[in-house]
């Protein structure tokens, strides 16, 4: 009796606290551009995604920590067109 329901449902890891958790349980998130990061309800904008869970501290972190990301993504291309300049 009371089966997990996690059998096929895909799992996704908060990108703030490592938890797994069934993707529709997080929030997502988006890259829209190098500049701008989107919460996602739909779970279908394309980019490059990143999920959250649910918790306050998480989602307050959300911004913080994957603008942080998409910054270093920028930061290292930067850094080899100088290296090549
Ligand atoms: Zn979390």
Same mark, same amino acid.
């Not at 449902?9 to 529709?24: D, E, I, Y």
């Given at each position: 009796?009371?089966?997990?329901?996690?059998?096929?449902?895909?799992?996704?890891?908060?990108?703030?606290?490592?938890?797994?958790?069934?993707?529709?349980?997080?929030?997502?998130?988006?890259?829209?551009?190098?500049?701008?990061?989107?919460?996602?309800?739909?779970? =279908?904008?394309? *980019?490059?995604?990143?999920?959250?869970? @649910? /918790? &306050?501290?998480?989602?307050?972190?959300?911004?913080?920590?994957?603008?942080? =990301?998409?910054? *270093?993504?920028?930061?290292?291309?930067? @850094? /080899? &067109?100088?290296?090549?300049?």
């Amino acid at each position: 009796m009371g089966r997990p329901a996690t059998g096929h449902t895909p799992l996704r890891t908060c990108r703030v606290c490592r938890t797994q958790s069934p993707k529709h349980e997080l929030e997502r998130w988006v890259a829209v551009s190098e500049t701008e990061t989107r919460l996602d309800p739909t779970y =279908q904008l394309p *980019g490059r995604g990143w999920y959250t869970c @649910k /918790q &306050a501290d998480c989602s307050r972190q959300a911004i913080k920590v994957i603008s942080g =990301q998409a910054r *270093g993504l920028r930061a290292r291309r930067q @850094k /080899q &067109a100088q290296a090549t300049a």
